[in-house]
Nanobody, 125 residues
Framework: VQLQAFGGGLVQAGGSLRLSCAAS????????MGWFRQAPGKEREFVAH????????YYADSVKGRFTISRDNAKNTVYLQMNSLKPEDTAVYYC???????????????????WGQGTQVTVSS
């Protein structure tokens, strides 16, 4: 599967953005999807995860209550709605996919087989 993330930009603290990740192929619904982010000089970190059916979602503590991950399998797209953005949310955001990922491994970036190119999110104070 090929992934393309978009929707990033510059926003003031307290604002909102919605990221999208479009997937190619007919088997999108068979992939578990994740969002990660990487700030300059820092390691890539887990942000959110959604299971194949969209019935279960998981979040990093740092974004819980502010970010929402969702998916539309008919459109082969996963979304990340980001509200109440903070300057510390500034990073390049990546979407990732894996067919067989177990829940206990969802925060590990190396467990995902497919990655999008990343989209920059900058939050000004």
């Amino acid at each position: 599967v090929q992934l393309q993330a978009f929707g990033g930009g510059l926003v003031q603290a307290g604002g909102s953005l919605r990221l999208s990740c479009a997937a190619s192929g007919r088997t999108f619904s068979s992939y578990n999807m994740g969002w990660f982010r990487q700030a300059p000089g820092k390691e890539r970190e887990f942000v959110a995860h959604i299971r194949r059916s969209g019935g279960s979602t998981y979040y990093a503590d740092s974004v819980k209550g502010r970010f929402t991950i969702s998916r539309d399998n008919a459109k082969n797209t996963v979304y990340l709605q980001m509200n109440s953005l903070k300057p510390e949310d500034t990073a390049v955001y990546y979407c990732a996919a894996d067919r067989d990922l177990i829940i206990s491994s969802m925060t590990n970036s190396y467990e995902y087989d497919y990655w999008g190119q990343g989209t920059q999110v900058t939050v000004s104070s």
